[in-house]
């Protein structure tokens, strides 16, 4: 099996989350929310993570407010457990947020 489709072990979770301010992992889901200024810079981040994720072919669950937007993320192919797809996605959501005002 693909080594990227292993799910990570609660003490390799615990090691990535380090690189990952923000982020917990909450029973098998890798999550964090940010707040905006408003409603379109949180609507704009969603556009740039939507591109992310149609370029790895990895989507997560995104729950868009007012000025607040939520992301949730598991690997659904092996059941809904966390692998290095889910943290290589937040990974590279976070190198954008901060271009959007997000915190
Ligand atoms: C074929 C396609 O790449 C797969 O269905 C991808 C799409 N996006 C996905 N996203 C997530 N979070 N988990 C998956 O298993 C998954 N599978």
Redesign the pocket.
């Known amino acids: 099996m693909n080594a990227q489709l292993e799910p990570l072990s609660g003490k390799e979770i615990e090691e990535r989350l380090r690189e990952l301010p923000g982020w917990s992992a909450e029973g098998d889901l890798l999550r964090r929310s940010y707040r905006f200024h408003g409603h379109f810079p949180a609507v704009a981040m969603v556009i740039h993570i939507a591109q992310i994720q149609e370029e790895l072919?990895?989507?997560?669950e995104l729950t868009l407010g007012y000025n607040q937007l939520a992301v949730a993320?598991?690997?659904?192919?092996i059941g809904g457990r966390i692998t290095h797809?889910?943290v290589g996605l937040a990974g590279r959501i976070e190198e954008i947020a901060a271009a959007h005002g997000a915190r």
């Open positions: 072919g990895h989507h997560a993320v598991n690997t659904h192919s797809l889910d």
